[in-house]
């Protein structure tokens, strides 16, 4: 009984040592695995670090040539400036091209030189009479003719009426003369009797 005994502590020993076998298999398992986790999120950190490089290099870059050119634009724009300055300073001054002729003056003849006359006894000229300035006065505005017809009068006769034979005949005193009390004729200027 006691070859079962060591029989049984042998194979108690033996599954002892393969369980701590097989946990420091799955512990060594465990770090592996992390020693590669860390080496996978090392290679990412140092892709961004490169990355990120890369695009400061580039912004770099851009911001040197924004810099170079707005440095040339002004520099264009100041050399502009002087050459504009130098032309406008340096110009001859503008020469009057306008003329002025007068009644009783002849038009100037252009002369490539000025003429020096020389000084003379002669008196001063007669003063210029201004030019004379004519206006016209606006024309009267036109009479307004309205034309318009006669009043049309209409005229309706009405029957005369049988007059009582006590009341004496009214004369109208719109259409006949108003009768005079003497019947006598009207002459004319010669004594000839003359009819209406």
């Known amino acids: ?14 599954d002892l040592a393969m369980n701590v076998a097989e946990g420091t298999s799955v512990e060594r398992d465990l770090a592996l695995a992390q020693r590669n986790r860390l080496a996978a999120e090392r290679s990412v950190i140092a892709a961004q670090r490169d990355a990120a490089q ?18 040339v634009l002004l520099a264009v724009g100041v050399l502009a400036l002087i050459i504009f300055a130098v032309v406008y300073f340096n110009r001859p ?12 003056q002849s038009a100037p003849v252009a002369a ?42 209409v005229v309706t006769p009405s029957a005369p009426a049988a007059a009582p034979a006590s009341a004496p005949v009214a004369a109208d005193p719109g259409n006949s003369p108003p009768a005079s009390a003497d019947p006598a004729p009207a002459t004319g200027g010669n004594g000839a009797a003359t009819t209406p």
């Open 1 to 14: 009984m006691s070859d079962e005994l060591e029989k049984e502590a042998l194979r108690l020993q033996r």
């Open 112 to 153: 490539s030189s000025p003429m020096v006359l020389p000084a003379s006894p002669t008196p001063a000229p007669a003063p210029v009479q201004p030019p004379v300035v004519i206006t016209r006065p606006a024309p009267a505005p036109a009479p307004i003719i309205v034309n318009s017809p006669p009043p049309v009068v």
């Open 93 to 104: 001054a503008p020469q009057p091209s306008t003329t002025v002729v007068l009644p009783g």
């Open 54 to 71: 890369i695009h400061a290099a580039v912004e770099e870059g851009h911001a040197q040539s924004s810099t170079s050119a707005l440095y």
